[in-house]
T-cell receptor, first 113, second 114 residues
Protein backbone atom coordinates (compact mmCIF):
# COMPACT_ATOMS: atom_id res chain seq x y z
CA UNK A 1 0.00 0.00 0.00
CA UNK A 2 1.35 3.38 -0.99
CA UNK A 3 1.68 5.97 1.74
CA UNK A 4 -0.66 8.37 -0.10
CA UNK A 5 -3.64 7.27 -2.16
CA UNK A 6 -5.36 9.61 -4.60
CA UNK A 7 -7.89 8.63 -7.24
CA UNK A 8 -6.44 9.91 -10.54
CA UNK A 9 -9.86 10.55 -12.12
CA UNK A 10 -10.39 12.29 -14.52
CA UNK A 11 -13.20 14.29 -13.01
CA UNK A 12 -15.42 16.35 -15.32
CA UNK A 13 -17.80 18.94 -13.91
CA UNK A 14 -19.91 21.75 -15.39
CA UNK A 15 -18.85 25.33 -14.75
CA UNK A 16 -20.13 26.58 -11.42
CA UNK A 17 -20.24 23.16 -9.77
CA UNK A 18 -18.39 22.22 -6.59
CA UNK A 19 -15.30 20.08 -7.13
CA UNK A 20 -14.41 17.63 -4.37
CA UNK A 21 -11.01 15.93 -4.30
CA UNK A 22 -9.70 13.48 -1.70
CA UNK A 23 -6.54 11.79 -0.52
CA UNK A 24 -6.08 9.11 2.10
CA UNK A 25 -2.85 8.24 3.81
CA UNK A 26 -1.54 5.42 5.95
CA UNK A 27 1.40 7.04 7.77
CA UNK A 28 0.16 8.68 10.98
CA UNK A 29 3.43 10.63 11.16
CA UNK A 30 2.16 12.97 8.43
CA UNK A 31 1.17 16.24 10.08
CA UNK A 32 1.55 18.84 7.33
CA UNK A 33 -0.64 18.79 4.27
CA UNK A 34 -0.53 20.56 0.94
CA UNK A 35 -2.41 20.76 -2.31
CA UNK A 36 -0.55 21.59 -5.52
CA UNK A 37 -2.17 22.57 -8.82
CA UNK A 38 -0.50 21.55 -12.07
CA UNK A 39 -1.56 22.90 -15.44
CA UNK A 40 -0.80 20.88 -18.56
CA UNK A 41 2.91 20.94 -19.47
CA UNK A 42 3.74 23.06 -16.41
CA UNK A 43 5.26 22.42 -13.03
CA UNK A 44 3.08 22.14 -9.91
CA UNK A 45 2.37 25.26 -7.86
CA UNK A 46 1.37 25.35 -4.21
CA UNK A 47 -2.33 26.04 -3.74
CA UNK A 48 -3.05 25.32 -0.08
CA UNK A 49 -1.04 24.46 3.03
CA UNK A 50 -2.47 23.32 6.35
CA UNK A 51 -1.34 21.47 9.42
CA UNK A 52 -4.35 21.24 11.71
CA UNK A 53 -7.49 19.17 11.55
CA UNK A 54 -10.46 21.12 10.30
CA UNK A 55 -11.05 23.50 7.41
CA UNK A 56 -8.93 26.23 5.87
CA UNK A 57 -10.42 28.58 3.31
CA UNK A 58 -8.73 30.69 0.65
CA UNK A 59 -11.17 32.30 -1.74
CA UNK A 60 -13.03 29.59 -3.62
CA UNK A 61 -10.76 26.87 -2.21
CA UNK A 62 -11.24 24.97 1.04
CA UNK A 63 -8.77 22.42 2.39
CA UNK A 64 -10.08 19.96 4.94
CA UNK A 65 -8.02 17.64 7.13
CA UNK A 66 -9.27 14.76 9.27
CA UNK A 67 -6.23 13.29 11.00
CA UNK A 68 -8.25 10.70 12.91
CA UNK A 69 -9.46 9.19 9.63
CA UNK A 70 -6.21 9.96 7.75
CA UNK A 71 -8.15 11.78 5.10
CA UNK A 72 -7.74 15.16 3.42
CA UNK A 73 -9.97 16.95 0.94
CA UNK A 74 -9.91 19.94 -1.36
CA UNK A 75 -13.13 21.68 -2.37
CA UNK A 76 -13.40 24.18 -5.20
CA UNK A 77 -16.57 26.29 -5.14
CA UNK A 78 -18.04 27.97 -8.23
CA UNK A 79 -15.60 26.10 -10.46
CA UNK A 80 -14.26 27.90 -13.53
CA UNK A 81 -12.72 26.57 -16.77
CA UNK A 82 -9.43 28.04 -15.52
CA UNK A 83 -9.57 25.48 -12.66
CA UNK A 84 -9.04 22.69 -15.21
CA UNK A 85 -5.78 21.14 -14.06
CA UNK A 86 -4.31 18.22 -12.18
CA UNK A 87 -4.43 18.56 -8.40
CA UNK A 88 -1.81 16.77 -6.32
CA UNK A 89 -1.99 16.25 -2.60
CA UNK A 90 1.26 16.16 -0.66
CA UNK A 91 2.13 15.60 2.97
CA UNK A 92 5.13 15.65 5.28
CA UNK A 93 5.89 14.54 8.85
CA UNK A 94 7.78 17.75 9.62
CA UNK A 95 7.26 21.44 8.77
CA UNK A 96 9.17 22.46 5.66
CA UNK A 97 10.34 18.86 5.22
CA UNK A 98 10.59 19.01 1.47
CA UNK A 99 12.91 16.02 1.20
CA UNK A 100 10.28 13.98 3.06
CA UNK A 101 7.26 15.00 1.02
CA UNK A 102 4.97 12.22 -0.16
CA UNK A 103 2.83 13.07 -3.17
CA UNK A 104 -0.39 11.56 -4.38
CA UNK A 105 -0.65 10.54 -8.03
CA UNK A 106 -2.73 13.60 -8.88
CA UNK A 107 -6.37 14.03 -9.83
CA UNK A 108 -7.20 15.50 -13.25
CA UNK A 109 -10.11 17.96 -13.19
CA UNK A 110 -11.90 19.28 -16.27
CA UNK A 111 -14.40 22.13 -15.85
CA UNK A 112 -16.74 22.28 -18.83
CA UNK A 113 -18.00 25.76 -19.84
CA UNK B 1 11.60 37.32 -12.07
CA UNK B 2 12.49 34.05 -13.86
CA UNK B 3 12.00 31.70 -10.87
CA UNK B 4 13.16 28.15 -11.67
CA UNK B 5 14.43 27.63 -15.20
CA UNK B 6 14.92 24.19 -16.73
CA UNK B 7 16.60 23.35 -20.01
CA UNK B 8 16.03 21.66 -22.34
CA UNK B 9 12.22 21.35 -22.46
CA UNK B 10 12.35 18.22 -24.62
CA UNK B 11 15.08 15.65 -25.24
CA UNK B 12 15.32 12.34 -27.02
CA UNK B 13 18.21 10.03 -26.20
CA UNK B 14 19.35 6.63 -27.33
CA UNK B 15 19.99 3.93 -24.77
CA UNK B 16 23.46 4.32 -23.28
CA UNK B 17 23.84 8.01 -24.05
CA UNK B 18 24.56 10.48 -21.27
CA UNK B 19 23.24 13.98 -20.81
CA UNK B 20 22.77 16.75 -18.28
CA UNK B 21 19.48 18.42 -17.42
CA UNK B 22 20.04 21.99 -16.34
CA UNK B 23 18.26 23.79 -13.51
CA UNK B 24 18.81 27.34 -12.34
CA UNK B 25 16.93 29.49 -9.82
CA UNK B 26 17.26 33.20 -9.13
CA UNK B 27 15.47 33.34 -5.76
CA UNK B 28 18.54 32.58 -3.60
CA UNK B 29 16.90 29.37 -2.36
CA UNK B 30 19.02 27.06 -0.25
CA UNK B 31 17.01 23.94 -1.04
CA UNK B 32 16.91 22.46 -4.55
CA UNK B 33 15.65 19.11 -5.74
CA UNK B 34 14.90 16.92 -8.73
CA UNK B 35 11.71 14.90 -9.21
CA UNK B 36 10.52 12.60 -11.91
CA UNK B 37 6.82 12.34 -12.76
CA UNK B 38 5.50 9.18 -14.35
CA UNK B 39 1.88 8.27 -15.18
CA UNK B 40 0.31 6.42 -12.28
CA UNK B 41 3.34 7.01 -10.05
CA UNK B 42 3.13 10.63 -8.99
CA UNK B 43 6.18 12.75 -8.21
CA UNK B 44 9.22 10.90 -6.90
CA UNK B 45 12.29 12.55 -5.43
CA UNK B 46 15.57 11.72 -7.18
CA UNK B 47 18.19 13.90 -5.42
CA UNK B 48 18.15 17.03 -3.33
CA UNK B 49 20.51 19.65 -1.97
CA UNK B 50 20.28 21.90 1.09
CA UNK B 51 23.08 24.19 -0.03
CA UNK B 52 26.15 24.54 -2.21
CA UNK B 53 28.40 21.50 -1.83
CA UNK B 54 25.73 19.41 -0.08
CA UNK B 55 23.65 16.79 -1.90
CA UNK B 56 21.77 13.69 -0.85
CA UNK B 57 19.75 10.89 -2.38
CA UNK B 58 15.99 10.78 -2.61
CA UNK B 59 13.65 7.90 -3.28
CA UNK B 60 14.89 6.94 -6.78
CA UNK B 61 18.55 8.00 -7.17
CA UNK B 62 19.93 5.09 -9.22
CA UNK B 63 21.25 6.12 -12.64
CA UNK B 64 21.44 9.83 -11.75
CA UNK B 65 24.18 12.08 -10.42
CA UNK B 66 24.00 15.62 -9.09
CA UNK B 67 26.36 18.28 -7.84
CA UNK B 68 25.81 21.76 -6.41
CA UNK B 69 28.74 24.09 -6.89
CA UNK B 70 26.69 27.30 -6.65
CA UNK B 71 23.48 28.33 -4.89
CA UNK B 72 21.80 29.00 -8.24
CA UNK B 73 22.48 25.82 -10.22
CA UNK B 74 21.63 22.16 -9.65
CA UNK B 75 22.25 20.00 -12.75
CA UNK B 76 21.05 16.41 -13.03
CA UNK B 77 23.25 13.98 -14.95
CA UNK B 78 22.06 10.79 -16.57
CA UNK B 79 25.11 8.56 -16.75
CA UNK B 80 23.91 5.92 -19.23
CA UNK B 81 20.33 6.48 -20.29
CA UNK B 82 17.87 3.59 -20.13
CA UNK B 83 14.27 3.36 -21.41
CA UNK B 84 13.11 3.21 -17.78
CA UNK B 85 14.32 6.80 -17.42
CA UNK B 86 11.74 8.04 -19.92
CA UNK B 87 9.81 10.54 -17.82
CA UNK B 88 9.09 14.19 -17.15
CA UNK B 89 11.71 15.72 -14.87
CA UNK B 90 11.03 18.66 -12.59
CA UNK B 91 13.47 20.79 -10.68
CA UNK B 92 12.11 22.49 -7.55
CA UNK B 93 13.52 24.90 -4.99
CA UNK B 94 12.53 26.51 -1.70
CA UNK B 95 13.81 28.54 1.23
CA UNK B 96 15.24 26.03 3.68
CA UNK B 97 13.92 28.09 6.55
CA UNK B 98 10.37 28.24 5.17
CA UNK B 99 8.16 26.43 7.68
CA UNK B 100 5.61 25.75 4.98
CA UNK B 101 8.37 24.53 2.68
CA UNK B 102 6.71 26.06 -0.36
CA UNK B 103 8.30 24.44 -3.41
CA UNK B 104 8.75 26.41 -6.61
CA UNK B 105 8.82 24.13 -9.65
CA UNK B 106 10.29 24.63 -13.08
CA UNK B 107 8.27 23.83 -16.21
CA UNK B 108 9.83 20.43 -16.66
CA UNK B 109 11.96 18.49 -19.13
CA UNK B 110 10.25 15.75 -21.11
CA UNK B 111 12.82 13.02 -21.74
CA UNK B 112 12.39 10.03 -24.03
CA UNK B 113 14.98 7.24 -24.10
CA UNK B 114 14.75 4.96 -27.11
Amino acid sequence: QKEVEQDPGPLSVPEGAIVSLNCTYSNSAFQYFMWYRQYSRKGPELLMYTYSSGNKEDGRFTAQVDKSSKYISLFIRDSQPSDSATYLCAMSPVPGGNNRLAFGKGNQVVVIP
Amino acid sequence: NAGVTQTPKFQVLKTGQSMTLQCAQDMNHEYMSWYRQDPGMGLRLIHYSVGAGITDQGEVPNGYNVSRSTTEDFPLRLLSAAPSQTSVYFCASSYDSDREGKLFFGSGTQLSVL
